[in-house]
């Protein structure tokens, strides 16, 4: 079946913009997952969705940034005032209610803050 | 804190000389301990899962396996297209915390 999928691949902003990043889950998947890849650094977990229940948004690195998920399913990034050090690779995953844990990750969304 | 160490940074290879990459974790019960693949300009594609010290899972040309403090990646026999960077991570609480990543290149 489909894999995570994101939009956009790339995305060129500049200082101060605001900027959405779209994911959709793999089909059925309850559990859904953002990640930051910075150069040269690990994946810094930033929030996470499960079912109905809150979000936990303890790894979002400021109030400039927030997350919410439709329906249980798709889900949207927003960085707001767009700073240079957020320019970053920006990773979704999703993984399924059986209790495997196993994170299935999209192809990323490349975002480069002028 | 959770942390997750990988050793070595990078690694090249010639093809058919195996090897073995290095995942050092703290964590406060472990509750899985994940093995992912990442090309460049791609997401990470899972590997491998281990839950418990003695366990080991293999897939093709990899093994890894897993000690209460550490977890290997061995590569036996690598070939050009193994060449990637190989991610450990550890789950904690509702998130993975991931290594840095080793760096593999397999040369022909």
């Known amino acids: 079946g489909a894999g995570v999928s994101q939009s956009p691949s790339n995305k060129v902003t500049e200082k101060g913009k605001d900027v959405e990043l779209r994911c959709d889950p793999i089909?059925?998947?309850?559990?859904l997952y953002w990640y930051r890849q910075s150069l040269g650094q690990g994946l810094e977990f930033l929030i996470y969705f499960q079912g109905n229940s809150a979000p936990d948004k303890s790894g979002l690195p400021s109030d400039r940034f927030s997350a919410e998920r439709t329906g249980g399913s798709v889900s949207t990034l927003t960085i707001q005032r767009t700073q240079q050090e957020d320019s970053a690779v920006y990773l979704c995953?999703?993984?399924?209610?059986?209790?495997?844990?196993?994170?299935?990750f999209g192809p990323g969304t490349r975002l480069t803050v002028l | 804190e959770d942390q997750v160490t990988q050793s070595p940074e990078a690694l090249r290879l010639q093809e058919g000389e195996s090897s073995s990459l290095n995942c050092s974790y703290t964590?406060?019960?472990?509750?899985?301990l994940f093995w992912y693949r990442q090309d460049p300009g791609k997401g990470p594609e899972f590997l491998f899962t281990?839950?418990?010290a003695g366990e080991e899972k293999e897939k093709e040309r990899l093994k890894a396996t897993l000690t209460k403090k550490e977890s290997f990646l061995h590569i036996t026999a690598p070939k050009p297209e193994d060449s990637a960077t190989y991610l450990c991570a550890v789950r904690s609480t509702n998130k993975l915390i991931f290594g840095t990543g080793t760096l593999l290149a397999v040369q022909p």
């Open positions: 964590v406060s019960g472990l509750r899985g």
């Open positions: 281990l839950y418990s």
């Open positions: 089909s059925g998947h309850t559990a």
């Open positions: 995953a999703s993984s399924s209610p059986s209790g495997a844990d196993t994170q299935y």
